[in-house]
């Protein structure tokens, strides 16, 4: 399983994003699919995730309500469109996936697959 994420930039405070992460060679595996983030000099945290088919997603609370995660299974993609986007949002966004079907899991030791990630600034 390969994934791939796009999308990051720089965007003021405010603003929004929509981070793509492609899915390939193997999406049958995949069971559940999760946006983490990591800041320069801070652990890697959970961001959202959700089922790769059907299900609804979970988030943290530090996003909730701005941040929101999907997928569409016919282009083997998960999205995180980011709204209302502060300076502290400012990280390595990665895409992760497993291969058990988890609704709600959060933590990273969780997830056997990661893309690269892309990197989203926030001006102030």
């Known amino acids: 399983v390969q994934l791939q994420a796009s999308g990051g930039g720089l965007v003021q405070a405010g603003g929004s994003l929509r981070l793509s992460c492609a899915i390939s060679r193997g999406t049958f595996r995949i069971g559940t699919v999760a946006w983490f983030r990591q800041a320069p000099g801070k652990e890697r945290e959970s961001c959202a995730t959700?089922?790769?088919?059907?299900?609804?997603?979970h988030y943290v609370d530090s996003v909730k309500g701005r941040f929101t995660i999907s997928r569409d299974n016919a282009k083997n993609t998960v999205y995180l469109q980011m709204s209302s986007l502060k300076p502290e949002d400012t990280a390595t966004y990665y895409c992760?996936?497993?291969?058990?079907?988890?609704?709600?899991?959060?933590?990273?030791?969780?997830?056997?697959?990661w893309g690269q990630g892309t990197q989203v600034t926030v001006s102030s």
């Open positions: 992760a996936a497993a291969p058990r079907r988890g609704v709600g899991v959060l933590s990273s030791s969780y997830y056997d697959y």
């Open positions: 959700i089922p790769w088919s059907g299900g609804i997603g």
